[in-house]
Each structure stands twice: as structure tokens, then as C-alpha cells.
């Protein structure tokens, strides 16, 4: 990028930076005092980085009600240590009741992962989203509008997140020491801004073998 374009770029994000401060001032003049004595959220929201999809915003809640975890498809890992990090810090240091896991519908990780030719690197990180299209292939194949199987892959992948997230050593050891924590599935639509709950809700361990009944999910298979 040549200098002189970079520094209108800069020049434009600082701009909004000082209009958006300025406008927080005036509408709440103690906001800022407020937000930087603690943050103090509620809620661990694991997302996905799409830029249309920015968790504080759809529940229309002020930096500091919301932790925020984001990555390509909303996956979550067990060998990935940003992510369980996050959920750590979450829940033993920041003290969170919800972690919610949020797809959205028209997800490009999930429609990569389900088209069959090379992405580059990110192809590594989509086998987790191809898993559980195995998971779930009878079920998804059978609908006949692609379209319509992408959304339901959507709506699995949440799913299979969320039962990730209660097999965390985090969440098990939490619940073990009978702490309030709650794992929560949704999915979010771009076209109409509106969130949908995937009626999946743990709690606590014994609840998991329902949840997999309800979902049809094989877990140790």
C-alpha cells in the first residue's frame, strides 16, 4: 500500500475513533470512568471473526457486559490454547454463569469445508468443520437444496461446538466443584439480524447423554 493511501487509512479510523469517543462522552459523560475501574461480564461469547457479526452489538450490550472469543467458524479445540485460554480466564478468573457458542447462517468456514476443491492453510483448520458434516452426512444429504444443507451444517457445527466446550477440563472441573455454569447453542442470521436458540442447554455433566439423544449425536463413536 503506498504511504500516501496508507496514512488517509489511518487518518480515517483515528477520526471515527475520536467522533465515536466523543459521542459516548456525550450521551454518558462517566462511561469511560465506569469501563476502565473493572470489566465485569456475564457472559463468554465464542463467535465467529466474520465482520458482520459483532457479539456486542447483536445483544446490544456495552464493551465490558461481553468476553469474546472469535475464530473462523466458531470452532472449538482441545488442542487450541487461545481458545481454552479464553474459556480459563473466563470462568475462573472473570467468574462468567453463560458461555454461549454462536454460528451464524451463511458461514464461509462452513461452506469451505463443504466444497470439495483446496482452500490453502486454512484446510487444516476446516477438518473440524468436515467432522461433523461426517457426523451428521445422512441427515444433511438428506435435503435436496444445497443451500439448505450449508444451513443445517451451520446449525450442527454450533451443536457439536457447544458439547466441545462442556468436554473442556475447564467446564468438567467447574462443574465438579458445583459451579453455576451454563453452556448455551445459537445461531444468528445476517439477513434479518435475528438470533435463533438451537435448544441446547448444559449444565451440568449428567445432562450431556440427553443432549446427545436430542441431537443425535454419537459421541464416543
Known sequence: MERGKDDKMRDMLFKRNEAWANKMRGSD????????KQQNPKYL???CSDSRVSANQIVDLDPGEIFVHRNIANVVVHTDLNCLSVIQYAVEVLKIKHIIVCGH?????????MENHEHGLIDNWLRHIQDV????????????????QYQLLCEKN??????????TTIVQKSWRNNVDLSIHGWIYSIKN???KDLDIYVSAPE??????EAHGINYFS
Open 133 to 148: 458434516y461426517r457426523a451428521h452426512k445422512k441427515e444433511i444429504d438428506l435435503l435436496e437444496n444445497k443451500n439448505d
Open 45 to 47: 461469547w465464542i463467535g
Open 207 to 212: 445432562q450431556l447423554e440427553a443432549v446427545y
Open 193 to 195: 439480524g435475528i438470533l
Open 105 to 113: 447462517y451463511g458461514c464461509g468456514g462452513v461452506k469451505a469445508a
Open 158 to 167: 454450533v451443536i457439536e461446538q457447544v458439547i466441545n466446550v462442556c468436554h
Open 29 to 36: 459523560p462517566d462511561f469511560f470512568k465506569r469501563l476502565h
